[in-house]
């Protein structure tokens, strides 16, 4: 394995960066702090590579092939990551990352040398995504975590064995954020009419183990809201496999929506940053969640790239996973050739009834629907677009995406899941 310290530092350690003249006694101790974690990071990293070399092949050969078959997985800055995770104790970094890799064999099978991307190990599992039951949410707390939110009502039981392939692939999302890498993340479930259909003991082991044994991330807190005579059951079988640490940082968040959200607020994270399913602001979509990923991981064809640059703004400080206003930006191209022909198909099934916004005697939501249907990949928010729909204020500075609303006083958000609904209802039409 090359070294590659340069890019350690960066990584883990954020570093002063004097202007010219002196420095002040708070400045030179962040000098010094900054000094004295690049030493441990180059020791560090060569003590860990002296215990990797002592532990005996037989017992690491996950490891040992994902080194010879995929080198640049097993860089310098994937063990690093390790090494800041163990406090720099090397012979407990060592046993963590031969952990890791023994254990992402178990999920993924061969393809666990392939990145955790959605083109390499996760190509063949983007549809359980769309199930919605974990969702990486677009901002960190207060603490500057990252969130990771479970929606068990969501689970189906024949879809158990992907939720663990999904966990992994984003805590991986996570750990691209730096400061959640260096911070960890936080656990937010949403219990509210869940039965024991919706449990399952070995993937919950699964995931609770890997969260706290393997990842290079700390699990820092777990919040499980709207609790259900359902739950001590699970509880009891939850605790027995959650770790000391785990079990002393589960926090039981219940009563009404606002009391839960002040609940939420007195641990550090904000309405703001909570799913609407919790009384939050951020509308989850598992949909616009792929299509951010497809555009960041470069999973788009040279044609698509364009259209997909357009989906992905700039990441602020706070954000990670998804973005919520990158999904609504409407693309300023319009194909006018499918403008024209998707609304002239759909005006041909229009019914002659009164028309009312966004129902489906509407032909600007027949239209977009059609555009959908003829092109997947469209956009949803280009899909309205080509219907119609005009959402002057989409790109305006200052605006609040939650704010947009289009001519009739209809929100983005509302058309976008009137959208979802027909699509979903001429899919299930078609293939009956």
């Given at each position: 394995?090359s070294?590659?310290?340069?890019?350690?530092?960066?990584?883990?350690?954020?570093f002063?960066?004097g202007?010219?003249?002196?420095m002040?006694?708070e400045?030179?101790?962040?000098?010094?702090?900054?000094?004295?974690?690049?030493?441990?990071?180059?020791?560090g990293?060569?003590?860990?590579?002296?215990?990797?070399?002592?532990i005996?092949?037989?017992?690491?050969?996950?490891?040992?092939h994902?080194?010879?078959?995929?080198?640049?997985?097993v860089?310098?800055?994937?063990?690093s990551?390790?090494?800041?995770?163990e406090?720099?104790?090397?012979q407990?970094?060592a046993r963590r990352?031969v952990s890791y890799?023994?254990h992402r064999k178990?999920v993924f099978?061969e393809?666990?040398?392939?990145?955790?991307?959605?083109?390499?190990?996760?190509?063949?599992?983007?549809?359980s995504?769309?199930d919605?039951y974990?969702?990486?949410?677009?901002?960190?707390d207060?603490?500057?975590?990252a969130i990771?939110?479970?929606?068990?009502?969501?689970?189906?039981?024949?879809?158990?064995?992907?939720q663990?392939?999904?966990?992994?692939?984003?805590?991986?999302?996570?750990?691209?954020d730096?400061?959640?890498?260096?911070?960890?993340?936080v656990?937010v479930?949403?219990?509210?009419?869940?039965?024991?259909?919706?449990?399952?003991?070995k993937?919950?082991a699964?995931?609770?183990t890997?969260?706290?044994?393997?990842?290079?991330?700390?699990?820092?807190q777990?919040?499980?809201?709207h609790?259900?005579?359902v739950f001590?059951?699970?509880a009891?079988m939850?605790?027995?496999?959650?770790?000391?640490?785990?079990?002393?940082?589960?926090?039981?968040h219940?009563g009404t929506?606002?009391?839960?959200?002040?609940?939420?607020?007195?641990k550090?994270?904000l309405k703001e940053?909570?799913?609407?399913?919790?009384g939050?602001s951020?509308?989850v979509?598992?949909?616009?969640?792929?299509?951010?990923?497809?555009?960041?991981?470069?999973?788009?064809?040279s044609?698509?790239?364009?259209?997909?640059?357009q989906?992905?703004?700039?990441?602020s400080?706070n954000?990670?996973g998804?973005?919520v206003?990158?999904?609504?930006?409407v693309?300023?191209?319009?194909?006018?050739?499918?403008?024209k022909?998707?609304?002239?198909?759909?005006?041909?099934t229009?019914?002659?009834?009164?028309?009312?916004?966004g129902?489906p005697?509407?032909p600007?939501?027949n239209a977009?629907?059609?555009?959908?249907?003829?092109?997947?990949?469209?956009?949803?928010?280009?899909a309205l677009?080509?219907?119609?729909?005009i959402?002057e204020?989409?790109?305006?500075?200052?605006?609040?995406?939650?704010?947009?609303?289009?001519?009739?006083g209809?929100?983005?958000y509302q058309?976008?899941?009137?959208?979802?609904?027909?699509l979903r209802?001429?899919?299930k039409r078609t293939?009956?």
């Amino acid at each position: 394995m090359s070294s590659n310290n340069s890019r350690l530092s960066t990584v883990s350690f954020p570093f002063w960066s004097g202007k010219g003249g002196s420095m002040s006694e708070e400045q030179q101790q962040q000098q010094q702090q900054t000094q004295t974690h690049e030493m441990d990071a180059e020791s560090g990293l060569r003590l860990l590579k002296v215990e990797l070399d002592n532990i005996p092949d037989n017992v690491k050969t996950s490891f040992v092939h994902a080194q010879h078959a995929a080198p640049d997985l097993v860089c310098d800055q994937h063990l690093s990551r390790f090494l800041y995770a163990e406090g720099y104790n090397a012979q407990l970094a060592a046993r963590r990352i031969v952990s890791y890799w023994e254990h992402r064999k178990k999920v993924f099978g061969e393809d666990y040398i392939l990145p955790l991307t959605l083109s390499g190990a996760m190509k063949n599992h983007v549809q359980s995504l769309y199930d919605g039951y974990l969702s990486l949410l677009p901002l960190k707390d207060n603490f500057g975590r990252a969130i990771i939110f479970s929606n068990p009502i969501k689970l189906l039981p024949s879809k158990f064995d992907n939720q663990v392939r999904i966990w992994w692939y984003l805590v991986h999302v996570a750990m691209e954020d730096d400061v959640a890498l260096r911070n960890g993340f936080v656990i937010v479930s949403n219990a509210r009419n869940t039965s024991l259909t919706n449990f399952d003991a070995k993937s919950t082991a699964a995931i609770c183990t890997s969260g706290d044994r393997f990842f290079p991330i700390r699990w820092r807190q777990t919040h499980c809201c709207h609790t259900n005579p359902v739950f001590p059951l699970v509880a009891a079988m939850v605790k027995s496999v959650l770790s000391q640490e785990q079990r002393e940082t589960f926090v039981v968040h219940n009563g009404t929506c606002e009391q839960v959200v002040e609940s939420f607020r007195e641990k550090g994270i904000l309405k703001e940053c909570l799913p609407t399913d919790l009384g939050g602001s951020i509308l989850v979509s598992p949909e616009l969640f792929i299509r951010e990923r497809m555009a960041t991981e470069g999973c788009f064809t040279s044609e698509e790239s364009d259209d997909a640059s357009q989906l992905c703004m700039r990441r602020s400080k706070n954000v990670v996973g998804s973005s919520v206003d990158a999904a609504l930006l409407v693309p300023e191209k319009k194909a006018y050739a499918q403008v024209k022909k998707a609304k002239k198909k759909a005006s041909s099934t229009a019914t002659k009834q009164s028309v009312q916004p966004g129902r489906p005697g509407d032909p600007r939501m027949n239209a977009a629907v059609q555009a959908k249907l003829e092109d997947p990949d469209l956009p949803l928010l280009e899909a309205l677009a080509v219907g119609g729909f005009i959402f002057e204020d989409i790109n305006k500075p200052g605006v609040k995406s939650s704010e947009v609303r289009d001519k009739d006083g209809v929100t983005v958000y509302q058309r976008r899941n009137q959208l979802l609904r027909r699509l979903r209802k001429e899919r299930k039409r078609t293939q009956i």
